[in-house]
C-alpha cells in the first residue's frame, strides 16, 4: 500500500486536516488586543475606600466603594476606641501629621466595623488599616500619637488597643511624655453655672459617647462646668468659640 493510498480519500488525492480553531483556555486570561477578561474588574470601578482627607489625629475624610460606606460618597470617619488630642491642644499637631503619613491622601484602606456604625453626628465608627496593612487605630495608640479610649458597645479589638495604651503609657512615648496632666483651674475664675447661658447657645455634645472634637460641630455649643469632650479653652463655658 503506497503513500498515498493510506492519506488519501480514495481517489489518490491527499486530504488535508482541518485546521484546529484555537479555544481560550477558561479561567486564564485572555491575550492582548482580544479584549478584556469577563472576570476582569473593570479598572474604572474604586475597589477600595479611599482617603481624600484627614481632619485630625483620629477623624479623617473617606470616599467609599459600597458596602459599609456608599459607593462614590465622601463620608466622615472617626477611628474607634482612640482619642487624638483636640485641635489647638498639646501635641494635637504631631497626631495629625502621624495620621496623615499612615493614610495619605488618595490611598487605599481596608475598614471594618463594630456593633454601632454612626454616632449622633453622622460619623461613621471604624476601624481602619492603611495599604502596608498597618491597623491605623492601634499604631497611633502604640507610638503615644492618641490615647486609647473605650466607648461601648464597639469593643471588638479593645484588649489590643488597650494593651497598646499602657506600653505607651509606661514608655512615655509621644503625648504622655510630651503633655503634661491638666493644671487646675484657679478658684477665683470658675465657669459659670449651667444655667447661666446668656449667649443662647445650643447644648455640647453630652458624655458617654465616641469623643466630639470642634471640627465636628458648626460653631459655638454651651458645655458649662462639665465640659465632658474638653471643648472649652478659655473657661468661660464656651466650647468651639475660637477655632
Known amino acids: 500500500m503506497t503513500i498515498g493510498e493510506l492519506a488519501g480519500d480514495g481517489d489518490g488525492q491527499v486530504s488535508t486536516p482541518p485546521t484546529p480553531i484555537p479555544v ?11 479584549g478584556p ?45 482612640i482619642d487624638a488630642p ?52 492601634d499604631s497611633l495608640v502604640r507610638s503615644g500619637h492618641a490615647k486609647g479610649v473605650l466607648y461601648p458597645p464597639n469593643d471588638a479589638h479593645w484588649p489590643k488597643i488597650s494593651q497598646a495604651n499602657e506600653t505607651a503609657r509606661k514608655a512615655g512615648a509621644g503625648l504622655w511624655s510630651a503633655c503634661p496632666g491638666p493644671a487646675p483651674k484657679p478658684a477665683e475664675t470658675p465657669k459659670p453655672a449651667d444655667a447661666d447661658n446668656p449667649a443662647g447657645l445650643p447644648p455640647g455634645p453630652p458624655a ?9 460641630l458648626s460653631g459655638a455649643v454651651w458645655v458649662g462646668a462639665a465640659d465632658p469632650h474638653r471643648l472649652d479653652r478659655d473657661g468661660d463655658g464656651i466650647g468651639c468659640d475660637s477655632k
Not at 39 to 48: D, L, N
Not at 53 to 76: C, E, N, Q
Not at 106 to 114: F, L, N, P, Q, T
Open 86 to 137: 483636640e485641635k489647638g491642644a498639646c501635641y494635637s499637631r504631631d497626631a495629625t501629621a502621624r495620621t496623615k503619613a499612615l493614610l495619605p491622601k488618595g490611598s487605599g484602606v481596608r475598614i471594618e466595623r463594630d456593633t454601632k456604625l454612626k454616632d449622633p453626628y453622622g460619623r461613621y465608627l471604624l476601624y481602619v488599616w492603611n495599604e502596608q496593612g498597618v491597623f491605623v487605630n
Open 24 to 34: 481560550q483556555p477558561k479561567g486564564r486570561p485572555q491575550e492582548p488586543g482580544i
Open 208 to 216: 458617654g459617647i465616641q469623643d466630639v472634637d470642634c471640627s465636628d
Open 37 to 81: 477578561s469577563p472576570a476582569e474588574p473593570s479598572k474604572s470601578v474604586a475597589q477600595h475606600p479611599t482617603v481624600v482627607g484627614v481632619i485630625d489625629g483620629d477623624t479623617i475624610d473617606v470616599r467609599g466603594a459600597g458596602g459599609i460606606l456608599p459607593a462614590g460618597v465622601t463620608s466622615r470617619v472617626r477611628l474607634l476606641t
